[in-house]
């Protein structure tokens, strides 16, 4: 048999041999792909769509009698439409008007209006508005002051744009979490832990190798989702796109700890799904992807600011804002980088190689 | 005792092993003594304490009690690493990533490894040059087994430790796999093996160790241990009727007798007065004759012997 030869015999340093397997076995799991890639893309295209502007606010308002039309018509923010009134207050029901007219029977002149409209949704109470600025104008009612309107057409304002950042996070952490533990379990239920173990690798090589795949991953995914809402929404980032970068690297290196994390003792798929729900969950939640957090009462901030996912979502805004990385992201920073270090110490102590 | 010494020698050695698992004892004060350029062998049936035993002489379960010392060092003395680079392990149920092929899979085990062979040779030296970029997935049963083998032998070890190789496999990739551990062997290498099918004992180890339920019963070289049956051929016999052992094994020719599964099993010298002293001997005893069989006595025939069980008996 031939003398044993040093340089590896054609193989290259463990770390990259084992982040160049971790590659390849991504690549070649088309439905992993899905996830990463496509999954966020639809998922901003069918919420852009949802929520995108309405353009020129216009109130979808029934009226009872024809009359009430007549004196409407001059409007233009107001779609009148006649109807009988038990068809106009099932479409009001419906929400397919904002608001129902109809005047009180009697003599009286100019006749008594009632609106109806669900004062829980701003659209009612906007049409309630313009539908009684209108038909006092219609009465005659004299205006005091004059003004002008000058629309403003922010487009960092949009649904869109608040968005696109919370699907970079929340892909940031699904794919983090998700990729790595899924993957680490599987490989321990195959007994390839175990037989890592018998090796000399040096067991924090292997968990490194998963997040330097994340990272060549993030790079790709989050280039992905912005480059989307750019050529679809025209949703810009303000900030430097290198700061972009930096904060989904920090990001996914924290989520890819923390799936180490989970993964780190799970014997089974199902126990390592339901840790990975039990976190992931209050993030979907509370970390503000899909609504700002401040719709929660305020005593709650502090503590929903301490969740990683929430620190990305504001980082990554402040940055699409056009806010500076460092000075006004620091905080955001550091959060992570605590979750990423303590957890990646505590999985690699806590790692179970059988 | 001197480890170093006996490194020389002695490639590994376990002195009073116990492994407890809840409810049950699974090494029970074992002793075993491996030496260099020899093929040593584990046979016993399923849930024998095997596989624990050979974990811990890998490192990868500590023993509860009891020593152990692989090339001249104890694990968790010195740097295991510098250990490990001189074994070669094939664990009993290790599932190879299936999405990878086969050069991925050794050039990654080769990677972990300062010294070793290069991925192409070993991939050669197991026979899968022409399935070198097919997936692990796609493999057989036995091309798969040899890939694991490949991963063993990626580190040119002095030390390879297989567990069950050739478990469920066909006897044609069976000789595969026993043509490359052989091919090791040749190049001085010292194998350390568990099985339970006693032909791949017989032609593969030069040593033998039988364990059951944790212990080990007998030791020697396959030959020895089938000599010490004192027997060439073993009569298996089922008969309807009462016998009486002392009778059948105070019969010409016949070495010992033990009773096995409803039956008996007739340890025989010399078959020519054996089997007519135990026909008249049924015929007296008014037990019809059943059903009779004879073969060359085998390591199987010890273990029955030994335990009164069969290696693959539940």
Not at chain 1, 148 to 173: E, H, K, T, W
Not at chain 1, 241 to 257: K, T
Not at chain 2, 76 to 84: A, I, M, V, W, Y
């Amino acid at each position: 048999m031939p003398e044993p030869t040093a340089s590896r015999g054609g193989a290259l340093h463990p770390l990259a041999e084992l982040t160049r397997v971790r590659v390849l076995e991504f690549l070649r799991e088309p439905e992993a792909l899905f996830w990463v890639f496509g999954f966020p893309v639809l998922l901003a295209l069918a919420l852009g769509i949802a929520f995108r502007d309405p353009g020129a606010a216009s109130y979808r308002v029934g009226v009872v009698d024809p009359a009430i039309a007549d004196r409407l018509a001059g409007a233009d923010d107001l779609n009148v439409t006649a109807m009988e009134r038990g068809a106009a207050l099932e479409a009001l029901g419906r929400g397919r008007l904002d608001l129902v007219v109809e005047a009180v029977p009697g003599d009286a002149a100019p006749p008594e209006f009632v609106f109806r409209f669900d004062p829980t949704r701003p659209e009612g109470r906007a049409a309630r508005l313009a539908v009684d600025d209108a038909l006092q104008r219609a009465y005659g009612r004299q205006d005091l002051l004059e003004h002008r309107d000058q629309p403003v057409a922010d487009r960092g304002s949009r649904y869109i744009d608040f968005l696109i950042p919370g699907l970079i996070g929340l892909n940031l952490m699904g794919s983090g979490m998700w990729g790595i533990g899924f993957s680490i379990v599987v490989a321990r239920t195959r007994g390839l832990l175990k037989r890592f173990a018998a090796t000399p690798m040096r067991r924090p090589h292997y968990l490194v190798s998963y997040a330097l795949s994340r990272l060549l991953f993030l790079v790709l995914e989050v280039a992905a989702i912005v480059g989307f809402g750019w050529l679809i929404f025209g949703v810009s980032v303000r900030g430097p796109l290198l700061a972009v970068l930096a904060i989904a690297i920090v990001g996914g290196l924290s989520f890819a700890a923390l799936g180490l994390l989970v993964a780190a003792r799970s014997r089974t798929i199902e126990a390592v799904s339901g840790w990975m729900n039990l976190l992931q969950l209050p993030m979907w939640l509370l970390s503000g992807s899909f609504f700002s957090y401040e719709r929660f009462p305020e005593a709650f901030w502090p503590a929903i600011r301490l969740l990683p996912l929430t620190a990305v979502n504001d980082a990554l805004r402040a940055v699409f804002r056009g806010e500076a990385l460092i000075a006004d992201s620091l905080p955001e920073l550091i959060v992570l980088a605590g979750w990423g270090l303590v957890s990646f110490a505590i999985a690699l102590r806590r790692f179970r190689w059988h | 005792m001197n480890g170093t010494e006996n490194g020389r020698t002695v490639a590994a050695r376990c002195v009073g092993l116990v492994k407890r698992y809840p409810g049950v004892v699974a090494v029970g004060g074992l002793d075993l003594e491996v030496r260099r350029g020899e093929c040593f062998g584990l046979l016993g049936p399923n849930g024998a304490g095997k596989t624990t035993t050979v974990e811990i002489l890998e490192g990868l379960t500590p023993p509860d009690d009891g020593v152990v010392e692989v090339l001249g060092q104890r694990w968790g003395t010195r740097d295991d690493r510098l250990l490990r680079e001189r074994l070669g392990i094939q664990l009993q149920e290790t599932k190879l990533a299936d999405k990878l092929t086969v050069t991925e899979t050794v050039r990654l085990f080769r990677s972990f490894y300062r010294q070793g062979r290069p991925v192409d040779e070993v991939i050669a030296l197991v026979s899968l040059d022409e399935k070198r970029n097919a997936r692990v997935g796609k493999l057989s049963g036995g091309q798969k087994q040899r890939l694991a083998l490949a991963c063993a032998l990626v580190s040119a070890p002095e030390l390879m430790f297989l567990d069950e190789p050739t478990t469920g496999l066909d006897p044609q990739a069976r000789r595969h796999v026993w043509d490359v551990v052989e091919t090791f062997r040749q190049g001085g290498g010292t194998v350390i093996l568990t099985t339970h099918y006693m032909e791949e004992a017989a032609r593969l180890c030069d040593r033998l160790a039988i364990v059951d339920h944790g212990r080990r019963i007998a030791l020697g070289t396959p030959a020895n241990l089938v000599a010490s049956l004192d027997a060439d051929q073993i009569l298996e016999l089922r008969a309807g009727g009462e016998l009486d052992a002392g009778r059948l094994g105070a019969l010409p020719g016949v070495a010992g007798v033990s009773a096995r599964n409803g039956g008996w099993m007739v340890r025989v010298r010399d078959v020519g007065a054996a089997l007519p002293a135990v026909l008249a001997e049924l015929e007296q005893a008014g037990a019809p004759l059943e059903q009779l069989t004879t073969h060359q006595a085998t390591l199987e025939d010890v273990f029955v012997h030994l335990t009164g069980r069969g290696l693959r008996d539940a």
